[in-house]
């Protein structure tokens, strides 16, 4: 701390020698005055970046930067969820068998002439195995010569041919082989979104390949495998030179853990190494950027030269070091940079349809457009936890692992995925307009145009202002279109006036023609009529009123079927919104009594709240999840307010939804198993629960906080599928089987054969009909033998 605050101090100094004030030297540098004042006192560390912005903008001459650079702490040999770079080598370790593999695959492709595919799932460490194994190797000369061929290192990004050929420019010269490294190939599927231009780019990485010699490496995430399996030059090398890259073994883990250390001069405090393993053992998936973050913080930690268990738990551990990270630079913000760093992060998420969420890099300057000191703290506060990944141009998430490891990012993107969709369709529109030279022809128009204002309008916030131009531009550009369109309209009128006098001679025709019995004018009337309703169809987009006087002008001249279809059309519109409230399978759905309130449920495991009284797309409020496995089933009683949800593996529980902000947990039901089927009766008194043993539980929930078992309905065993209560009575179905519960017993009877009540034979529908009531919850009843529903009566504990 006494070196930052030696560089604060000479920073005021100077900053005061110059009369610049903290809010001054902040305009001048793109940082908050709060985040400079953090400099100052020495809270915060001045990185190389700010440190140069610093002393550009003070004309300190250098001496802030050398100052910066002096003050840096000593190396780390953990890098936290950066990547490994070629420099990194000396701390690459684990990975000695892979690296091999690959240098194989490297001797094959060079005798195929086909690429070599390093393909992994995302966390394993793919891009550090080529960066940090395969190209020192090759820059030892492991192959004849390889330590003279240049090296280009891109990704594909959302023009990946332009990006190609800038790299290759910047070769200059003959070469007698290049190596041509592609790190995360699946951004071509991603970020690039003509197909004519992923052709094309692959066309070119395989010419090169196979004409040209070069040396050609991808790395591909193994979710995006199938899509490379539609191209043939891809199919081939992936055949040929393939190298698949798993999880670290243990000794390889423990490798990669200890001899860093070892290399950097450290030691591990005995325990700490198992902890670790164990812990990597029991994460998910691509938990080593985890292990890496985990162990970088750990050493933020260091006590002299020994990292400790102690340490290591204080960072969260590996499950949640880098929420932790994260959590921590969140915090260090203020208000305005906190929102700023909201909006700057899911500038850089990528929301996919199909696939997983990734990471989407951004300009640095049109991440400054908005709010530029508010951002550019945020931004400076992220990357010095390594959070971020910002180069001269260029910023970027550093890790995926990010999106699913910080549980306020993760909310942040499900909060409004569909919006966050129409934001990043905005953006790359508005990336192209400025590309082209603000081309017309790129602006939006029609229902894109809509939705896109729509969504601005709420989110106004999270436009920088080449965007706002851009839809600008394209609501101007509307407005031109209305007008002609209105003009042409108008034109349409003169011709209905005509239309309409000779309208009322063609009705005056008619009742001649009736009274004379003229067939001929009989023929007229009904071409008259159906010009009328083809003049009213034409209309009806642009003038709907007017459109609806033509159709009714239509059908009094001449009842024919195009004069009706006209007044049909004329009738109404119903506007239909769709949405996904969930990732994956919805569960189940109830509304309340209003119609303003939707409950879902779904096989991510939550229950989301919406609010459905506007138009447009409904308004997410709260998100439940109180397990981790799927929403099986939900009730809801609509007029007390109280919703049953039953998750796996078998948790039931009661919510309180007296505020879709803030739904609150009630009771658990203990003891009660999984549930297959819920069902509330309307006064939200009663529970029935049924499972897939064939019993139903029934639960007195009068008092929610303080649930009562009533006793257990039991059937033929198989699994129960659905229940209802009856509307004004304690009726209980389930298939085809009814109850009497009112008084709280259980007793039972068989029902009896092809016995039915309520309405007349007819063909009942498969598996169950679905009706809704004003309560807002569902009743499922089944089709009895003889073709009729049957009707639950839940007010005795008999078996109907």
């Not at 094309?200 to 490379?228: H, N, P, Q, S």
């Not at 991510?604 to 998100?623: Q, Y």
Request: glycine share 8%.
């Amino acid at each position: 701390m006494a070196q930052s605050s030696a560089f604060g101090a000479e920073l005021r100094r100077i900053r005061t020698e110059r009369g610049i004030s903290l809010t001054g030297l902040a305009s001048l540098t793109y940082y908050s005055k709060g985040y400079l004042s953090k400099i100052e006192t020495g809270a915060k560390p001045a990185l190389p970046d700010l440190a140069a912005r610093l002393d550009e903008a003070l004309g300190a001459s250098g001496l802030l930067v050398e100052l910066a650079a002096a003050e840096q702490r000593p190396v780390c040999p953990y890098l936290g969820l950066t990547t490994f770079s070629s420099g990194d080598a000396d701390w690459f370790f684990g990975r000695e068998e892979a690296t091999g593999d690959v240098l194989a695959a490297v001797a094959a492709a060079l005798a195929n002439r086909r690429p070599v595919v390093v393909v992994g799932p995302s966390g394993v460490g793919k891009s550090s195995l080529v960066r940090a194994g395969l190209l020192p190797a090759l820059a030892r000369d492991h192959l004849p010569g390889s330590g003279d061929w240049p090296v280009l290192v891109l990704t594909p990004t959302e023009s990946p041919v332009t990006e190609l050929r800038r790299h290759d420019a910047l070769l200059g010269g003959e070469a007698e082989r290049v190596v041509i490294f592609v790190d995360q190939f699946e951004e071509l599927f991603t970020l690039c979104e003509d197909e004519q231009e992923r052709r094309e780019f692959i066309g070119l990485l395989t010419r090169k390949a196979a004409e040209d010699g070069a040396l050609v490496v991808l790395t591909l995430r193994a979710d995006f495998y199938g899509r490379c399996l539609a191209h043939p030059e891809l199919l081939e090398a992936l055949h040929l030179n393939q190298v698949t890259v798993g999880p670290m073994s243990e000794p390889q883990l423990r490798s990669a853990i200890e001899k860093p250390a070892e290399a950097a001069g450290l030691t591990l405090e005995p325990g700490l190494i198992e902890l670790l393993l164990a812990d990597v053992g029991s994460s998910t998936a691509g938990a080593l950027p985890l292990l890496s973050h985990a162990l970088r913080a750990t050493w933020e930690e260091l006590e002299g030269t020994v990292l400790t268990v102690a340490g290591y738990r204080r960072t969260g551990r590996i499950e949640h070091a880098v929420a932790s990270t994260a959590e921590k630079a969140y915090d260090l913000l203020d208000p305005g940079e906190r929102e700023a760093a909201h909006a700057l992060l899911l500038r850089l998420v990528n929301v996919g349809d199909h696939e997983q969420d990734t990471r989407r890099p951004a300009q640095r300057q049109s991440l400054l457009h908005l709010r530029p000191a508010e951002t550019g703290a945020a931004l400076e506060e992220l990357a010095s936890e390594r959070l971020l990944t910002v180069d001269a141009d260029t910023v970027t998430i550093t890790h995926d692992a990010l999106l699913h490891a910080w549980p306020r990012l993760r909310g942040w993107i499900d909060a409004d995925r569909a919006g966050l969709r129409v934001h990043q369709q905005l953006a790359e529109a508005t990336e192209a307009w400025a590309a082209e030279e603000r081309d017309p022809s790129l602006l939006y128009r029609g229902p894109r145009l809509a939705f896109a204002s729509d969504w601005a309008r709420r989110q106004e916030n999270r436009l920088n202002t080449v965007e706002r131009a851009f839809l600008e531009a394209s609501e101007a550009l509307q407005d031109t279109v209305t007008r002609k369109e209105r003009r042409h309209t108008r034109r349409l009128r003169l011709l209905v006036a005509g239309m309409a006098a000779l309208m009322v001679l063609a009705v005056v025709a008619t009742t001649i023609a009736v009274y004379q019995g003229n067939s001929a004018n009989h023929q007229r009337d009904i071409a008259v009529s159906r010009q009328l309703a083809t003049e009213a169809n034409q209309l009806r987009q642009n003038d709907p009123s007017l459109a609806t006087q033509l159709s009714l002008a239509a059908y009094r001249v001449a009842d024919t079927s195009e004069a009706r279809g006209s007044l049909l059309s004329a009738s109404g519109t119903t506007y239909v919104t769709r949405f996904k409230p969930h990732p994956g399978t919805i569960t189940g759905l109830a509304f309340d009594t209003a119609g303003r309130t939707m409950i879902t449920a779904g096989l991510d495991g939550t229950t989301r709240f919406f609010d459905v009284s506007g138009p447009g797309t409904p308004v997410a409020h709260a998100v439940v999840q109180a397990g981790t496995e799927t929403v099986t089933s939900l009730a809801f009683a609509a007029g007390t307010g109280l919703l049953a949800t039953a998750d796996e593996p078998d948790a039931t529980r009661l919510w309180s939804t007296r505020s879709i902000d803030h739904p609150a947990l009630l009771a658990r039901l203990t003891g009660a198993g999984q549930a297959t089927a819920l069902a509330l009766d309307p006064a939200g008194t009663r529970l029935a629960a049924g499972h897939e043993n064939g019993e139903i539980d029934l639960w007195n929930v009068a008092d929610p906080a303080e649930p009562v078992r009533l006793g257990t309905l039991r059937t033929a065993g198989k699994t129960i599928r659905s229940l209802a209560f009856a509307p004004k009575a304690p009726l209980l179905a389930s298939g085809a089987t009814t109850w009497w519960a009112g008084s709280g017993t259980c007793r039972g009877r068989r029902p009896a054969p092809n016995r039915c009540r309520s309405a007349p034979r007819r063909s009942a529908p498969p598996r169950s009909a679905r009706t809704a009531r004003r309560s807002g919850s569902a009743a499922t009843t089944a089709p009895s033998a003889c073709g009729r529903s049957r009707i639950p009566d839940t007010r005795s504990p008999r078996r109907r």
